[in-house]
């Protein structure tokens, strides 16, 4: 065969292959306008759903404002939907304050990071290069090990708090010309100043103070908050400040013991729950966080106490974890009788790994743990247990907290061992412990009475 019948032998191979190509573009190209043109059309659909979902709830809100301030003539049917056109109200308001607090920028966790990481790499490099140290495969592989690990001496929630206050410090050194980091004693002085005169609380002068000191210890530069000028202005904060503190009260024995006498028959579950709460809160010294996040697995029975293992604890910074043990009583309020209530009622296998407090739901006359593991809210949790406390605790100002107040009051005034309800309350210093007792009369009578006058 000579060349010319080669080649023309296969120019319809050629031929062929070019159609087949120019067939497999078009068909792509009508493919992706087809695809274009559905999702400009859910686009446009979704878009005209929110906006019509809008409107439908600015007409409810609106209705129910004209109920509430007597604009509107309505009356209920049931006094049930009274009660929760009350609690609608309520919730409207707590929408509002959330919504106009939602306009103001709050950095996520992971920009947070992901913001202070870029900054401390950068920092690192630079020191590095001052230092000359060779920017080899290795060294720049340490260099990013050690970031890594110096992101790691704080938790997530105090990475999120830092950044926002050190957000508003860069906001004000934009404003006035300083440099944020590093910066000169008196300029963050000026800052601390400024926030005085917006009337700033002290815990936001506090809070704006460890902010600046941590990004300078961070990134390896001396404390600019260490000087007798910004020391000063945050005690000045403590003396001026507008919004005096005001602690919860305690709740008493007494009152548990009224409230579980009060229930002592009822086997409603979210009666049981919310009074399982309330006792082991207050038995066990605990704080929302730890009573919220407890596992069924965290409760071991014994014969005559149970023991409550907290992994996760304000005051225990490196998770070591914490042991509660609490004793078995005698009286109606026994947290020991009452767990197990709830236990039973509730179908709870202590050998699982779901929360051991979760929502409940009610189908006609009976009520049940959600399946799904989902832990309470502290708004719900507080609604619980304020509501069920104010049935015999009368007009003390109460809260979550009341629990583990009260139950370090009663065991302070019961003259127990120091060291063991120390231990107990897992409190980190002797001050913050002085904190939860309220002295009963007849133990601060008892100084004077020692005076034998």
């Known amino acids: 065969m000579t060349s010319e019948e080669s080649i023309f032998s296969t120019r319809p191979y050629q031929s062929s292959s070019s159609l087949q190509q120019e067939v497999r573009d078009a068909v792509s190209e009508s493919m ?16 005209s759903f929110t906006e019509r979902q809008r409107l439908i709830n600015e007409q409810n809100m609106a209705k129910i404002e004209d109920i509430a301030t007597g604009a509107l003539d309505y009356t209920f049917k049931r006094k049930g939907n009274e009660a929760q056109f ?3 109200i309520k919730v409207m308001d707590k929408l509002r304050i959330a919504d106009n607090a939602l306009q103001k920028p709050v950095p996520e966790i992971p920009e947070a990071r992901q913001s202070i990481k870029e900054g401390l790499e950068n920092s690192v490099l630079q020191r590095c290069l001052r230092a000359g140290v060779p920017q080899s ?22 990475f999120c708090k830092y950044a926002g206050y050190f957000k508003k410090w860069e906001e004000f050194c934009r404003q006035k010309g300083f440099c944020p980091l590093p910066t000169e004693p008196v300029q963050f002085a000026l800052y601390i100043t400024s926030l005085l005169d917006a009337g700033a609380s002290y815990s936001v002068l506090q809070s704006s103070k460890y ?3 941590f990004m300078h210890s961070l990134h390896g530069f001396h404390d600019a908050t260490d000087n007798a000028f910004v020391n000063n202005l945050i005690e000045t904060g403590k003396r001026v400040s ?10 008493e024995v007494r009152h548990l013991h009224q409230l579980c006498d009060k229930h002592r028959l009822s086997s409603d579950l979210l009666i049981i729950r919310d009074l399982a709460m309330i006792v082991v809160a207050f038995s066990a010294f605990l704080r929302f966080d730890e009573l919220a996040n407890l596992h069924c697995n965290d409760i071991v029975f014994y014969d005559n106490y149970f023991s409550i293992q907290i992994h996760k604890s304000k005051t225990d910074q490196y998770r070591l974890g914490k042991s509660v043990v609490v004793s078995k009583g005698t009286s109606v309020a026994c947290p020991y009788t009452i767990l197990q209530k709830y236990l039973d009622l509730g179908e709870v296998n202590l050998k699982s790994e779901d929360f051991l407090f979760k929502p ?22 507080r609604e619980c247990l304020v509501s069920r406390l104010k049935e015999v605790s009368g007009e003390l100002n109460i809260g979550v907290h009341s629990l583990r107040a009260g139950g370090a009051t009663a065991a302070a005034n019961s003259l127990v061992n120091e060291r063991c309800w120390k231990r107990h309350g897992r409190w ?10 309220a002295d009963s009369l007849e133990s601060r009578l ?3 009475k020692s005076l034998n006058l």
């Not at 992706?32 to 878009?47: Q, R, Y």
């Not at 507008?242 to 709740?251: E, F, L």
């Not at 409940?360 to 949790?381: A, P």
Request: hydrophobic share 30%.
């Open 32 to 47: 992706n306008g087809f695809e274009t043109l559905i999702s400009a059309k859910l686009s446009s659909f979704e878009a």
């Open 86 to 88: 009350k609690h609608s």
């Open 137 to 158: 495969e290795d060294n720049v592989r340490l260099e990013k090990s050690m970031c890594s690990y110096l992101m790691q001496c704080r938790s997530n929630s105090t």
């Open 211 to 213: 902010a600046v000191k």
């Open 242 to 251: 507008k919004v005096p503190t005001q602690k919860k009260d305690p709740i």
């Open 360 to 381: 409940i739901f009610r189908s006609n006359e009976k009520c049940s743990l959600i399946k799904k593991n989902k832990s309470l809210s502290y708004t719900r949790v």
């Open 428 to 437: 980190k210093s002797d001050s913050a412990k002085d904190g939860y007792v």
């Open 446 to 448: 008892s100084v004077s």
